[in-house]
């Protein structure tokens, strides 16, 4: 089967479309039939070696998934061939950029309904990434508000539309070019982040600032003031400090997604209802893939890509 595969971490030109053999499913595994991976930030930086994950060499990336059950292990129980499923896989091991991929079983749900295979793979881990920023971290509940400082990427649009479904208040900073699909998604407020300070624009202080951006460490030690005493700043830049502010009871977190297969099936659910719109800004083949970590590197790639085998 065709796979991108890195043999060594380092930069782009370390991945290479390969022919290796078809996985075969261990006690509690599938193999899926892949019908799209994406690509996320954090594949470069496993790919880099910039992640402290202990990645499998030779590994193939791509650790959001969606395909059809092809084969089952053994004790396999649920899943049936023929079913489409998606899946947040573990990340130290093989992705599904590749034709096909070994899954733990426990790592799938169903796939959903009304939208394409191929565009669901764009879902699992990044609107995970919003679910528990907001609710698991930033326990938000309706009535509140927050503020989501970078909300133009794809987690912002998810943080954007989970928060309003949960009856919380959304001001959003954003930029000149993504300041309509932040509006789209539903915030409340949207501050243009190039002309105004959001400590400026702010009618009062929030509940939750949810962080999403590599801003200047200053500013975001600064917009900890928009904060309500005991409130609660969460970031998703895991390579800088999340600030809190100690004396008024203002918690720091800071969050790495989690595989949570119990939310990821309510996420779907919600895209069945119509309550949830999955983001595809792009779709590549898979001999395209190391270009596009390449464009990745440069800061060129805006939105969602997926990957076709």
Same mark, same amino acid.
């Given at each position: 089967?065709?796979?991108v595969?890195?043999?060594?971490?380092?930069?782009p030109?370390?991945?290479?479309?390969?022919?290796?053999d078809?996985p075969?499913?261990?006690?509690?595994?599938?193999r899926?039939r892949?019908?799209?991976?994406a690509h996320?930030?954090?594949d470069?930086?496993?790919?880099?070696?910039?992640?402290?994950?202990?990645v499998?060499l030779?590994h193939?990336?791509?650790?959001?998934?969606?395909?059809?059950?092809?084969?089952?292990?053994?004790?396999?129980?649920?899943?049936?061939i023929?079913d489409a499923v998606i899946?947040f896989?573990?990340?130290e091991?093989d992705g599904g950029?590749?034709?096909?991929?070994?899954a733990?079983a426990?790592s799938?749900?169903?796939?959903?309904?009304?939208?394409?295979?191929?565009?669901?793979?764009a879902?699992?881990?990044?609107?995970?990434?919003a679910?528990q920023?907001?609710?698991?971290d930033?326990? =938000? @509940?309706?009535g509140?508000?927050v503020?989501?400082? /970078?909300a133009g990427? +794809?987690?912002?649009?998810?943080? !954007?539309? *989970? %928060?309003k479904r949960?009856?919380?208040?959304?001001?959003?900073?954003?930029?000149?070019?993504?300041?309509?699909?932040?509006?789209?998604?539903?915030?409340?407020?949207?501050i243009?982040?190039?002309t105004?300070?959001?400590?400026?624009?702010?009618?009062g202080?929030?509940?939750?600032?949810l962080n999403?951006?590599p801003?200047d460490?200053?500013?975001?030690?600064a917009?900890?003031?928009?904060?309500r005493?005991?409130?609660?700043?969460v970031?998703t830049?895991a390579?800088?400090?999340?600030?809190?502010?100690e004396?008024?009871?203002?918690a720091?977190?800071t969050?790495?997604?989690?595989p949570?297969?119990?939310? =990821? @099936?309510?996420?779907?659910?919600?895209?069945d209802? /119509?309550q949830l719109? +999955?983001?595809?800004?792009?779709? !590549?083949? *898979? %001999?395209?893939l190391?270009?596009?970590?390449?464009?990745a590197?440069a800061?060129?790639?805006a939105g969602k890509v997926i990957v076709?085998?």
């Amino acid at each position: 089967m065709q796979a991108v595969q890195f043999h060594e971490v380092g930069g782009p030109e370390v991945l290479h479309l390969v022919d290796i053999d078809r996985p075969t499913p261990g006690t509690g595994q599938v193999r899926i039939r892949v019908a799209a991976s994406a690509h996320n930030a954090a594949d470069g930086g496993m790919r880099g070696g910039f992640l402290p994950i202990p990645v499998q060499l030779p590994h193939v990336p791509g650790y959001d998934v969606s395909g059809t059950v092809d084969a089952l292990g053994d004790g396999v129980d649920g899943l049936s061939i023929g079913d489409a499923v998606i899946g947040f896989l573990p990340m130290e091991l093989d992705g599904g950029a590749a034709e096909y991929v070994v899954a733990p079983a426990a790592s799938l749900v169903p796939a959903p309904t009304s939208i394409p295979l191929t565009d669901a793979a764009a879902l699992p881990s990044v609107a995970l990434t919003a679910w528990q920023a907001l609710f698991d971290d930033g326990h =938000l @509940a309706a009535g509140q508000r927050v503020l989501v400082v /970078g909300a133009g990427g +794809v987690v912002g649009g998810y943080a !954007i539309q *989970l %928060a309003k479904r949960a009856g919380v208040t959304v001001v959003a900073t954003a930029s000149p070019r993504s300041v309509a699909a932040v509006r789209a998604a539903g915030a409340d407020q949207v501050i243009d982040h190039t002309t105004t300070e959001p400590l400026d624009a702010l009618d009062g202080q929030v509940d939750v600032l949810l962080n999403l951006a590599p801003i200047d460490p200053e500013q975001f030690a600064a917009d900890v003031a928009a904060v309500r005493d005991g409130g609660t700043v969460v970031s998703t830049t895991a390579f800088m400090a999340t600030p809190g502010d100690e004396e008024r009871g203002v918690a720091a977190t800071t969050v790495f997604v989690r595989p949570d297969r119990e939310r =990821l @099936a309510e996420l779907v659910s919600l895209v069945d209802a /119509g309550q949830l719109t +999955v983001q595809v800004d792009r779709r !590549i083949p *898979l %001999a395209e893939l190391p270009a596009l970590h390449a464009e990745a590197e440069a800061g060129q790639v805006a939105g969602k890509v997926i990957v076709l085998p």
